[in-house]
Protein backbone atom coordinates (compact mmCIF):
# COMPACT_ATOMS: atom_id res chain seq x y z
CA UNK A 1 0.00 0.00 0.00
CA UNK A 2 2.56 2.12 1.18
CA UNK A 3 4.62 1.71 -2.30
CA UNK A 4 1.53 2.32 -4.82
CA UNK A 5 0.83 5.29 -2.51
CA UNK A 6 3.74 6.93 -3.74
CA UNK A 7 3.78 6.58 -7.67
CA UNK A 8 0.56 7.62 -7.43
CA UNK A 9 1.82 10.85 -5.58
CA UNK A 10 4.87 10.56 -8.16
CA UNK A 11 2.40 10.28 -11.17
CA UNK A 12 -0.20 13.20 -9.80
CA UNK A 13 3.32 15.57 -9.61
CA UNK A 14 4.26 14.14 -13.17
CA UNK A 15 1.03 15.85 -14.18
CA UNK A 16 0.89 18.62 -12.87
CA UNK A 17 4.15 19.58 -13.95
CA UNK A 18 2.70 18.21 -17.49
CA UNK A 19 0.25 20.95 -16.92
CA UNK A 20 2.48 23.41 -16.48
CA UNK A 21 5.19 23.06 -18.76
CA UNK A 22 6.40 26.78 -18.06
CA UNK A 23 8.67 28.60 -15.64
CA UNK A 24 7.09 31.94 -16.58
CA UNK A 25 4.11 33.40 -18.90
CA UNK A 26 4.64 36.74 -19.49
CA UNK A 27 0.59 37.84 -20.82
CA UNK A 28 -0.99 40.47 -22.21
CA UNK A 29 2.34 42.25 -23.17
CA UNK A 30 2.69 44.27 -26.90
CA UNK A 31 5.40 42.07 -28.54
CA UNK A 32 7.86 43.12 -31.56
CA UNK A 33 10.48 40.46 -32.67
CA UNK A 34 11.26 41.99 -35.81
CA UNK A 35 13.10 39.00 -36.80
CA UNK A 36 10.08 37.07 -36.51
CA UNK A 37 7.46 39.95 -38.11
CA UNK A 38 5.36 39.90 -34.94
CA UNK A 39 3.89 43.74 -33.53
CA UNK A 40 0.99 42.27 -31.88
CA UNK A 41 -0.23 41.73 -28.26
CA UNK A 42 0.80 37.97 -27.63
CA UNK A 43 2.05 35.95 -24.58
CA UNK A 44 5.74 34.74 -24.31
CA UNK A 45 6.45 31.58 -22.05
CA UNK A 46 9.81 31.12 -20.60
CA UNK A 47 11.06 27.49 -19.30
CA UNK A 48 14.63 26.68 -18.36
CA UNK A 49 15.38 30.03 -19.02
CA UNK A 50 14.33 29.94 -22.91
CA UNK A 51 11.96 31.36 -24.96
CA UNK A 52 9.61 28.36 -24.82
CA UNK A 53 6.29 29.73 -26.85
CA UNK A 54 5.37 33.32 -28.23
CA UNK A 55 1.78 32.96 -29.17
CA UNK A 56 -2.11 34.62 -28.45
CA UNK A 57 -3.52 33.49 -24.95
CA UNK A 58 -1.40 30.98 -23.39
CA UNK A 59 -3.32 29.84 -20.68
CA UNK A 60 -2.10 30.95 -17.13
CA UNK A 61 -2.61 27.82 -15.48
CA UNK A 62 0.47 26.63 -17.95
CA UNK A 63 3.20 28.23 -16.30
CA UNK A 64 3.74 28.53 -12.35
CA UNK A 65 4.17 32.19 -12.58
CA UNK A 66 2.44 34.53 -14.80
CA UNK A 67 3.16 38.24 -14.72
CA UNK A 68 0.68 40.41 -16.44
CA UNK A 69 2.37 42.92 -18.45
CA UNK A 70 -0.06 44.66 -20.30
CA UNK A 71 0.70 48.24 -21.33
CA UNK A 72 4.16 47.17 -22.25
CA UNK A 73 6.63 46.46 -24.96
CA UNK A 74 8.27 42.57 -24.54
CA UNK A 75 11.54 42.88 -27.64
CA UNK A 76 14.04 40.75 -27.89
CA UNK A 77 17.07 41.60 -25.48
CA UNK A 78 18.69 44.67 -26.82
CA UNK A 79 21.80 45.09 -27.96
CA UNK A 80 24.66 47.46 -27.36
CA UNK A 81 26.88 47.55 -30.62
CA UNK A 82 29.27 49.99 -29.02
CA UNK A 83 30.37 50.33 -25.40
CA UNK A 84 33.46 50.97 -23.19
CA UNK A 85 33.00 48.32 -20.10
CA UNK A 86 36.51 47.73 -20.03
CA UNK A 87 36.69 48.86 -16.35
CA UNK A 88 39.75 48.61 -14.21
CA UNK A 89 42.47 49.80 -11.97
CA UNK A 90 45.82 48.79 -13.70
CA UNK A 91 44.94 50.77 -17.19
CA UNK A 92 44.44 53.73 -18.48
CA UNK A 93 41.47 55.68 -20.08
CA UNK A 94 38.61 53.15 -21.44
CA UNK A 95 41.62 50.21 -21.69
CA UNK A 96 41.77 48.84 -18.29
CA UNK A 97 40.93 52.29 -16.32
CA UNK A 98 37.90 54.27 -14.80
CA UNK A 99 36.91 56.04 -18.51
CA UNK A 100 35.06 52.60 -19.02
CA UNK A 101 32.02 51.55 -17.07
CA UNK A 102 31.31 47.98 -15.50
CA UNK A 103 28.51 46.57 -17.85
CA UNK A 104 26.48 45.17 -14.61
CA UNK A 105 26.34 48.55 -13.52
CA UNK A 106 23.96 50.13 -16.22
CA UNK A 107 23.18 47.48 -18.73
CA UNK A 108 20.59 45.53 -17.49
CA UNK A 109 18.21 47.83 -16.00
CA UNK A 110 17.95 49.20 -19.20
CA UNK A 111 16.85 45.95 -20.77
CA UNK A 112 20.66 45.57 -22.81
CA UNK A 113 21.96 42.19 -22.05
CA UNK A 114 24.39 42.18 -24.73
CA UNK A 115 26.95 44.87 -25.44
CA UNK A 116 29.96 44.50 -27.50
CA UNK A 117 32.87 46.59 -26.22
CA UNK A 118 33.81 48.72 -28.99
CA UNK A 119 37.83 48.11 -28.83
CA UNK A 120 38.71 49.56 -25.77
CA UNK A 121 41.18 46.56 -25.37
CA UNK A 122 43.49 45.41 -27.48
CA UNK A 123 45.76 42.05 -28.16
CA UNK A 124 47.80 42.93 -25.35
CA UNK A 125 45.40 43.60 -22.55
CA UNK A 126 42.10 41.70 -23.89
CA UNK A 127 43.51 38.66 -21.79
CA UNK A 128 42.81 40.69 -18.78
CA UNK A 129 39.91 42.43 -19.78
CA UNK A 130 38.89 38.52 -20.49
CA UNK A 131 39.70 37.54 -16.84
CA UNK A 132 38.51 40.81 -15.40
CA UNK A 133 35.27 41.45 -16.50
CA UNK A 134 34.37 39.50 -19.60
CA UNK A 135 34.23 36.91 -17.85
CA UNK A 136 33.11 37.62 -14.53
CA UNK A 137 29.70 39.93 -15.95
CA UNK A 138 26.36 38.88 -15.96
CA UNK A 139 25.61 40.61 -19.28
CA UNK A 140 27.08 39.00 -22.03
CA UNK A 141 29.65 40.75 -23.19
CA UNK A 142 31.48 40.46 -26.68
CA UNK A 143 34.51 42.41 -28.40
CA UNK A 144 35.85 44.24 -31.25
CA UNK A 145 39.57 43.90 -30.44
CA UNK A 146 41.74 46.99 -30.98
CA UNK A 147 44.10 47.21 -34.23
CA UNK A 148 46.41 48.75 -31.71
CA UNK A 149 48.21 46.77 -29.45
CA UNK A 150 47.26 48.60 -26.31
CA UNK A 151 43.62 48.98 -27.14
CA UNK A 152 42.25 52.66 -26.19
CA UNK A 153 44.55 54.12 -23.38
CA UNK A 154 44.07 57.75 -25.18
CA UNK A 155 47.87 58.27 -25.24
CA UNK A 156 50.65 57.52 -27.69
CA UNK A 157 50.28 53.67 -26.73
CA UNK A 158 46.97 54.40 -29.09
CA UNK A 159 48.99 56.37 -31.78
CA UNK A 160 51.51 53.68 -32.05
CA UNK A 161 51.33 52.85 -35.75
CA UNK A 162 54.48 49.93 -35.11
CA UNK A 163 52.25 47.97 -32.79
CA UNK A 164 49.21 48.02 -35.12
CA UNK A 165 49.69 44.15 -36.11
CA UNK A 166 47.05 42.36 -38.43
CA UNK A 167 48.37 39.10 -38.62
CA UNK A 168 48.72 39.23 -34.19
CA UNK A 169 44.99 40.80 -33.93
CA UNK A 170 43.63 38.26 -36.73
CA UNK A 171 45.70 35.46 -34.42
CA UNK A 172 44.15 36.23 -31.40
CA UNK A 173 40.57 36.70 -32.67
CA UNK A 174 40.74 33.12 -34.38
CA UNK A 175 41.54 31.72 -31.18
CA UNK A 176 38.71 33.78 -29.55
CA UNK A 177 36.23 33.59 -31.59
CA UNK A 178 33.25 32.98 -28.87
CA UNK A 179 33.95 36.72 -27.62
CA UNK A 180 35.77 38.49 -30.35
CA UNK A 181 33.82 39.35 -32.83
CA UNK A 182 35.11 41.83 -35.11
CA UNK A 183 37.75 44.90 -35.30
CA UNK A 184 37.94 48.52 -34.25
CA UNK A 185 40.80 51.09 -35.24
CA UNK A 186 39.62 54.19 -33.98
CA UNK A 187 41.04 57.81 -33.00
CA UNK A 188 43.45 58.37 -35.98
CA UNK A 189 45.51 61.24 -36.53
CA UNK A 190 47.57 60.66 -39.08
CA UNK A 191 47.56 61.70 -42.95
CA UNK A 192 47.64 58.18 -43.99
CA UNK A 193 44.93 55.15 -44.33
CA UNK A 194 47.48 52.75 -42.30
CA UNK A 195 45.36 51.67 -39.55
CA UNK A 196 42.11 51.91 -41.58
CA UNK A 197 44.22 49.20 -43.54
CA UNK A 198 45.51 47.20 -40.97
CA UNK A 199 42.11 46.79 -39.23
CA UNK A 200 40.93 45.68 -43.00
CA UNK A 201 43.44 43.40 -43.16
CA UNK A 202 42.69 41.66 -39.44
CA UNK A 203 39.16 41.54 -40.64
CA UNK A 204 39.93 39.83 -43.86
CA UNK A 205 42.13 37.19 -42.10
CA UNK A 206 39.65 36.64 -39.78
CA UNK A 207 36.88 36.80 -41.73
CA UNK A 208 34.81 38.90 -38.90
CA UNK A 209 34.11 42.90 -39.96
CA UNK A 210 36.01 46.06 -38.92
CA UNK A 211 34.98 49.04 -37.19
CA UNK A 212 36.25 52.50 -37.67
CA UNK A 213 35.92 55.54 -35.81
CA UNK A 214 37.89 58.18 -38.28
CA UNK A 215 39.09 60.23 -35.76
CA UNK A 216 40.17 63.28 -37.37
CA UNK A 217 39.03 63.95 -40.74
CA UNK A 218 41.73 65.26 -43.31
CA UNK A 219 41.57 66.16 -46.56
CA UNK A 220 44.33 63.21 -47.54
CA UNK A 221 41.99 60.28 -46.78
CA UNK A 222 38.66 61.44 -47.39
CA UNK A 223 35.65 60.13 -45.50
CA UNK A 224 33.96 59.37 -49.21
CA UNK A 225 37.27 57.06 -49.97
CA UNK A 226 36.58 55.26 -46.10
CA UNK A 227 33.57 54.11 -47.29
CA UNK A 228 33.21 53.98 -50.55
CA UNK A 229 36.76 52.27 -51.33
CA UNK A 230 38.23 51.19 -48.50
CA UNK A 231 35.93 49.05 -46.02
CA UNK A 232 34.35 45.92 -47.04
CA UNK A 233 30.60 45.05 -47.21
CA UNK A 234 29.90 44.21 -43.28
CA UNK A 235 32.19 46.38 -42.35
CA UNK A 236 30.61 49.35 -39.90
CA UNK A 237 31.86 52.84 -39.61
CA UNK A 238 30.66 54.35 -36.35
CA UNK A 239 29.72 57.89 -35.83
CA UNK A 240 27.28 57.92 -38.32
CA UNK A 241 25.55 61.74 -37.24
CA UNK A 242 29.03 62.87 -36.09
CA UNK A 243 29.23 66.75 -37.14
CA UNK A 244 32.34 66.20 -39.61
CA UNK A 245 30.38 63.93 -41.44
CA UNK A 246 30.20 64.69 -45.33
CA UNK A 247 26.38 64.31 -44.70
CA UNK A 248 24.18 67.28 -46.56
CA UNK A 249 25.05 69.88 -49.17
CA UNK A 250 24.29 72.84 -49.22
CA UNK A 251 20.62 72.68 -49.72
CA UNK A 252 20.48 70.66 -46.93
CA UNK A 253 20.16 67.11 -49.21
CA UNK A 254 21.50 64.29 -48.44
CA UNK A 255 24.88 63.42 -50.38
CA UNK A 256 24.29 60.58 -52.84
CA UNK A 257 27.46 59.03 -52.01
CA UNK A 258 26.16 57.98 -48.75
CA UNK A 259 23.26 55.68 -50.29
CA UNK A 260 26.35 54.03 -52.59
CA UNK A 261 27.97 53.04 -50.15
CA UNK A 262 24.94 51.70 -47.80
CA UNK A 263 24.49 49.88 -51.47
CA UNK A 264 27.69 48.67 -51.21
CA UNK A 265 26.98 46.91 -47.95
CA UNK A 266 28.49 49.30 -45.26
CA UNK A 267 27.27 49.50 -42.03
CA UNK A 268 26.34 53.19 -40.25
CA UNK A 269 25.91 52.78 -36.87
CA UNK A 270 24.90 55.71 -34.04
CA UNK A 271 27.68 55.30 -31.85
CA UNK A 272 26.35 58.66 -30.15
CA UNK A 273 29.00 59.57 -27.49
CA UNK A 274 29.89 62.32 -25.50
CA UNK A 275 30.35 64.47 -28.74
CA UNK A 276 29.43 62.13 -31.75
CA UNK A 277 25.73 62.82 -32.47
CA UNK A 278 23.73 65.72 -33.51
CA UNK A 279 20.22 66.18 -34.31
CA UNK A 280 21.45 68.95 -37.30
CA UNK A 281 22.76 65.97 -38.53
CA UNK A 282 20.54 62.96 -38.06
CA UNK A 283 16.95 64.53 -38.08
CA UNK A 284 17.38 65.54 -41.98
CA UNK A 285 19.58 62.28 -42.32
CA UNK A 286 16.09 60.26 -41.53
CA UNK A 287 13.63 62.63 -42.69
CA UNK A 288 15.16 61.63 -46.57
CA UNK A 289 15.47 57.75 -45.56
CA UNK A 290 19.09 57.75 -44.32
CA UNK A 291 18.39 56.14 -40.83
CA UNK A 292 21.22 54.09 -38.52
CA UNK A 293 21.79 50.26 -39.57
CA UNK A 294 22.02 49.78 -35.41
CA UNK A 295 20.93 52.50 -33.03
CA UNK A 296 24.52 52.39 -30.33
CA UNK A 297 25.58 54.29 -27.08
CA UNK A 298 29.22 54.48 -27.33
CA UNK A 299 28.51 54.44 -23.49
CA UNK A 300 31.52 55.29 -21.01
CA UNK A 301 31.87 57.58 -17.84
CA UNK A 302 31.22 60.67 -19.95
CA UNK A 303 28.61 60.00 -22.04
CA UNK A 304 26.52 58.29 -19.75
CA UNK A 305 26.03 61.44 -17.85
CA UNK A 306 26.26 63.85 -20.95
CA UNK A 307 23.08 63.53 -23.54
CA UNK A 308 23.49 60.13 -24.67
CA UNK A 309 22.56 58.48 -21.13
CA UNK A 310 21.82 55.17 -21.99
CA UNK A 311 20.41 52.95 -24.47
CA UNK A 312 16.55 53.60 -24.44
CA UNK A 313 17.14 57.96 -24.19
CA UNK A 314 19.10 57.14 -27.58
CA UNK A 315 16.99 55.08 -29.38
CA UNK A 316 13.89 57.74 -27.62
CA UNK A 317 15.63 60.15 -29.55
CA UNK A 318 15.15 58.66 -33.17
CA UNK A 319 11.57 57.77 -31.66
CA UNK A 320 10.96 61.56 -31.39
CA UNK A 321 12.22 61.79 -35.03
CA UNK A 322 9.46 59.95 -36.74
CA UNK A 323 10.65 55.86 -36.39
CA UNK A 324 8.08 53.63 -35.29
CA UNK A 325 8.99 51.41 -32.36
CA UNK A 326 9.41 49.02 -34.33
CA UNK A 327 12.05 50.20 -36.16
CA UNK A 328 14.01 51.52 -33.23
CA UNK A 329 13.91 47.76 -32.08
CA UNK A 330 14.87 45.96 -34.97
CA UNK A 331 17.91 48.61 -34.86
CA UNK A 332 18.37 47.51 -31.60
CA UNK A 333 18.30 43.60 -31.75
CA UNK A 334 17.85 42.04 -35.14
CA UNK A 335 20.07 44.18 -36.89
CA UNK A 336 23.43 44.69 -34.50
CA UNK A 337 22.78 40.40 -34.29
CA UNK A 338 23.33 40.13 -37.92
CA UNK A 339 25.88 42.62 -37.81
CA UNK A 340 28.34 40.57 -35.37
CA UNK A 341 26.62 37.26 -36.75
CA UNK A 342 25.00 36.20 -33.68
CA UNK A 343 21.48 35.65 -35.73
CA UNK A 344 21.21 32.13 -34.24
CA UNK A 345 21.65 33.14 -30.57
CA UNK A 346 19.93 36.87 -30.02
CA UNK A 347 18.20 39.75 -31.48
CA UNK A 348 15.21 37.48 -31.71
CA UNK A 349 12.39 35.65 -29.36
CA UNK A 350 12.29 32.48 -31.60
CA UNK A 351 11.44 29.12 -29.38
CA UNK A 352 14.27 28.20 -27.83
CA UNK A 353 15.98 31.37 -27.45
CA UNK A 354 17.40 33.80 -24.81
CA UNK A 355 14.62 35.90 -22.76
CA UNK A 356 13.45 39.43 -23.13
CA UNK A 357 12.82 42.81 -22.11
CA UNK A 358 10.10 44.60 -20.88
CA UNK A 359 9.83 48.58 -22.07
CA UNK A 360 7.40 50.85 -22.08
CA UNK A 361 6.41 54.57 -23.67
CA UNK A 362 5.56 56.96 -21.91
CA UNK A 363 3.72 59.69 -24.31
CA UNK A 364 4.05 62.27 -21.76
CA UNK A 365 6.42 65.43 -22.83
CA UNK A 366 9.58 65.46 -20.73
CA UNK A 367 13.02 66.93 -19.71
CA UNK A 368 14.97 68.42 -23.14
CA UNK A 369 17.66 65.62 -24.52
CA UNK A 370 19.40 67.58 -26.95
CA UNK A 371 23.43 68.18 -27.17
CA UNK A 372 23.84 71.16 -26.24
CA UNK A 373 25.13 72.62 -29.56
CA UNK A 374 21.80 70.94 -31.74
CA UNK A 375 18.30 72.88 -31.67
CA UNK A 376 15.77 73.48 -28.98
CA UNK A 377 14.36 69.55 -28.95
CA UNK A 378 11.86 67.82 -26.22
CA UNK A 379 10.53 64.51 -26.30
CA UNK A 380 7.95 63.63 -26.26
CA UNK A 381 7.55 60.04 -25.91
CA UNK A 382 10.29 58.08 -24.03
CA UNK A 383 11.29 54.19 -23.45
CA UNK A 384 11.97 52.73 -20.12
CA UNK A 385 12.70 49.43 -19.28
CA UNK A 386 10.35 47.80 -16.13
ZN1 LIG B 1 33.67 54.47 -28.56
Keep these: MRLSATVLLLSAAAAFAQQQPYDLLLKGGHVIDPRNGINAVRDVAISKQR ?20 GLYVTPSLIDLHAHVFQGTEGKGLAGGNSSIH ?42 LNIGGMGMTGGADEQNVADRDAEAAAAL ?3 ERKTIVGFKVAHCR ?16 ASIPVMIDFGEFRPERPFQDLVLKKLRPGDIYTHCFYPPVPML ?11 DARKRGIIFDVGHGGAAFEFRQAVPAVKQGFPPDPISTDVHS ?52 LPTSLSSASSAASTPSSTPTAPAWTARRNLSAT
Design 249 to 259: DDKGVLMPYLR
Design 302 to 353: GSINAGMKDQLNVMSKFLNMGMTVEDIILRSTWNPAKIIKRERQIGHLSVGR
Design 51 to 70: IAAVAANIPASQARKVVNVA
Design 190 to 205: GADWTPVERGVQAGTL
Design 103 to 144: PDSFALKNGVTTLVDAGSSGRRNFAVFKKDVIDKSRSRVLAL
Design 173 to 175: AKA
